[in-house]
C-alpha cells in the first residue's frame, strides 16, 4: 500500500489543521492505521491509531485535541488536530501495518507502510 499525507503548514497557538493520509494499492480497512510524528534528533512518537474495527488510541499528550478517523469509502485516513501548541511542531507521518501493535510498540519497532510525511508548524 502507498501512502500520501497532506494538510499540514503553519498554523498559530490554538489553531486547527487536519491531515489527509490517502492510501492506494491496497484498503486502509485491511490494515491498522496510525499517525506519528517527528522532530530532528527525537524519537519518533506514536500520535493515534485506528484498527481494523475502528478502536482508536491516542498519545496523552494528544488526548481531547486530536482525533483520528478513516472513510474507507475514500481509503483515506485523518488526523484532526485542534487546540495545537508549539510542541505539536513536528513531521507527521501516516503508516500502514498488519500486525497488532500497540503505540508505542510501533512507534519504536517501525515496520509496515509509511508515507512521506508532512510538516506542521505550531
Known amino acids: 500500500v502507498q501512502l500520501v499525507e497532506s494538510g499540514g503548514g503553519s498554523v498559530q497557538v490554538g489553531g486547527s489543521l487536519r491531515l489527509s493520509c490517502v492510501a492506494s494499492g491496497d484498503t486502509i480497512g485491511r490494515y491498522c492505521m496510525g499517525w506519528f510524528r517527528q522532530i530532528p534528533d527525537k524519537e519518533r512518537e506514536g500520535v493515534a491509531l485506528?484498527?481494523?474495527?475502528?478502536?482508536?488510541t491516542y498519545a496523552d499528550s494528544v488526548k481531547g485535541r486530536f482525533t483520528i478517523s478513516a472513510d474507507n469509502a475514500k481509503n483515506t485516513l485523518y488526523l484532526q488536530m485542534n487546540s495545537l501548541k508549539p510542541e505539536d511542531t513536528a513531521m507527521y507521518y501516516c503508516?500502514?501495518?498488519?500486525?497488532?501493535?500497540?503505540?508505542?510498540?510501533?512507534?519504536?519497532?517501525?515496520?509496515?507502510?509509511w508515507g512521506q510525511g508532512t510538516q506542521v508548524t505550531v
Open positions: 485506528i484498527d481494523k474495527v475502528g478502536k482508536t
Open positions: 503508516a500502514a501495518t498488519s500486525n497488532s501493535y500497540g503505540l508505542n510498540q510501533w512507534a519504536t519497532q517501525g515496520g509496515g507502510y
